[in-house]
């Protein structure tokens, strides 16, 4: 199995991969860079836990071939603690994930941060409930039945609006 | 895990060179956003021996109005996500059936990746063939469409009737649209509603060293109200299980005009979409009057024959395609 030399921009930094011309996005996310933050659910587009972003844009990361993705900024869920809103290694979605018990199995987590992190740029404000359920319209959770992953975005968007002192 | 089969990839970075490599490469498939080709190729519905990627060729994602033999147009690239379609203000302003179906496509993530034309082209669809190989072993050895020779939708039926699932067809027929193809002989031009044939395996008129590269809608002359209906189980991800695109050129911008021209266009049915006929009686009819809902609906009910190649009893689908444009139609005269 011939492999090519994939050069691509991940998290702001510059990374060289070999790999099969066939494999996703997500195959060399995790079985090349070891940034397994990217679930491999359902593999067919279906379940949005592969969710990474590709130029700000949330998108599948099963169903993005590898080569396509060169020389376009991805980012992926490893990238969201040293993000310009971040503190202590902590993206304020994380940490409002954190409070709310937004994850449970946690297996969707990092697509659905990913989907509500385009979301909360693209909107720049604090958000609706309404507005979070079709952004996340795209990941499925099968234990939380989403009100509490609710919760925790639009508080999130609270605290980047108007930070508030919770120590 | 669902792995791809072994293929190479190309990445040409103009149309040109897209069809220089379909002409040289007998064989190779188009892969736009990949949502539609890439789940198919890990069902192993098919196995090329290449893949042309489209992710560098910038010129098929522009908007754009212009004139075009003597009438006003406005130009699709068909690289443009169904983001883009469905946000677009001119596409908003001037065809806003067309950005509802676009936003209604599958989930937020799938819109940002498939584009217009790969929406256009999406395979048709069947509960007997959108399985995993295993899946379709387990029924003795596939069907038309897969490895076998049997169809499970019509017993005894030699032709394939899988679906047509795109929620952008119906409304573009009903639009007018043209699709634009470039081949090695060069441009050509079809109008949407003579793009599909009713045969499953190859359901549109494209030849595989043609490239889908814009849709041209023409804008309308006549004030309009148009919509597009679309039932799911869920309000996402799914592909529509009843899909219903109307559209009425009034006299004047009033719902209680009298309709000058309508087209309905039903999907979800065969392999080609239906576009509903004797509908004369209507024109000239008050879009407002209810006897105008109750003639399209009952045509509609009359003339769309669901197939049992999706999810839901085809009966109970048959009824939900009158509902749906009764709902539609009544939404519009709500509107005003």
């Not at chain 1, 290694?89 to 990913?114: E, K, N, S, V, Y």
């Not at chain 2, 994602?61 to 203000?89: C, M, Y």
């Not at chain 2, 309905?264 to 065969?270: E, K, M, Y």
């Amino acid at each position: 199995m011939a492999e090519a030399l994939l050069s691509l921009r991940i998290n702001g930094e510059s990374v060289h991969a070999a790999a099969p011309a066939h494999w996703t996005l997500l195959e060399v996310l995790r079985y090349r860079l070891d940034l397994i933050g990217s679930k491999q659910g359902c593999d067919k587009g279906d379940c949005g836990a592969c969710t990474v972003q590709v130029d700000g844009e949330p998108v599948l990361a099963c169903l993005t071939l590898a080569c396509a993705a060169a020389g376009r900024e991805v980012r992926t869920v490893e990238g969201l603690g040293w993000s310009p809103e971040a503190s202590n290694g902590c993206h304020p979605l994380q940490d409002a994930f954190d409070r709310w018990d937004a994850a449970q199995c946690g297996f969707c987590t990092p697509g659905i941060l990913m989907s509500a992190e385009a979301l909360l740029r693209k909107v720049g404000r604090v958000v609706t409930r309404d507005e979070v359920r079709e952004a996340l319209a795209g990941n499925l959770c099968r234990c939380t039945g989403y009100t509490k992953i609710i919760d925790a975005v639009v508080d999130a968007s609270e605290m980047l609006a108007a930070p508030r002192d919770e120590t | 895990m669902l792995r791809l089969p072994q293929f190479g990839v190309a990445l040409p970075s103009n149309v040109d060179a897209v069809v220089a490599l379909l002409r040289d490469n007998p064989g190779a498939r188009i892969v736009a956003g990949g949502t539609d080709i890439l789940p198919n190729l890990k069902h192993r519905l098919d196995e090329p021996g290449m893949l042309i990627s489209l992710a560098q060729v910038s010129e098929l994602r522009s908007i754009a109005k212009l004139a075009h033999e003597g009438r006003e147009v406005v130009e699709i690239g068909a690289g443009n996500t169904l983001t883009r379609v469905s946000e677009d203000p001119l596409v908003r302003e001037l065809f806003p059936s067309l950005a509802t179906a676009a936003g209604l496509v599958a989930s937020p993530l799938i819109r940002n990746m498939g584009t217009l034309g790969g929406n256009v082209n999406l395979d048709t669809r069947c509960r007997y063939v959108n399985q995993t190989k295993f899946w379709r072993e387990a029924l003795g050895g596939g069907c038309l469409k897969s490895e076998g020779n049997v169809c499970f939708v019509v017993p005894g039926g030699r032709n394939c009737v899988a679906a047509m699932s795109s929620d952008c067809v119906p409304v573009l027929i009903s639009l007018g649209a043209e699709i634009v193809l470039a081949g090695p002989e060069g441009q050509r031009v079809v109008p949407a509603a003579k793009y599909f044939k009713a045969d499953g395996l190859r359901h549109t008129v494209r030849d595989d060293a043609e490239l889908t590269t814009k849709l041209r809608v023409p804008v309308p002359t006549t004030p309009r109200r148009s919509a597009y209906a679309k039932w799911t189980v869920r309000k996402s991800i799914d592909f529509p299980l009843v899909s219903v695109a109307l559209r009425f050129d009034l006299k004047s911008d009033s719902v209680d005009a009298p309709v000058t021209e309508l087209v309905v266009v039903a999907g979800v049915l065969g392999a080609k979409p239906r576009v509903i006929a004797k509908l004369d009686d209507v024109i000239g009819k008050p879009l407002s009057d209810p006897a105008l809902s109750r003639i399209v609906c009952a045509a509609v009910g009359k003339q769309c024959k669901p197939l049992e190649n999706v999810p839901y009893e085809a009966p109970y689908r048959r009824r939900m395609f009158e509902v749906f444009t009764r709902r539609a139609i009544a939404e519009l005269v709500a509107a005003g």
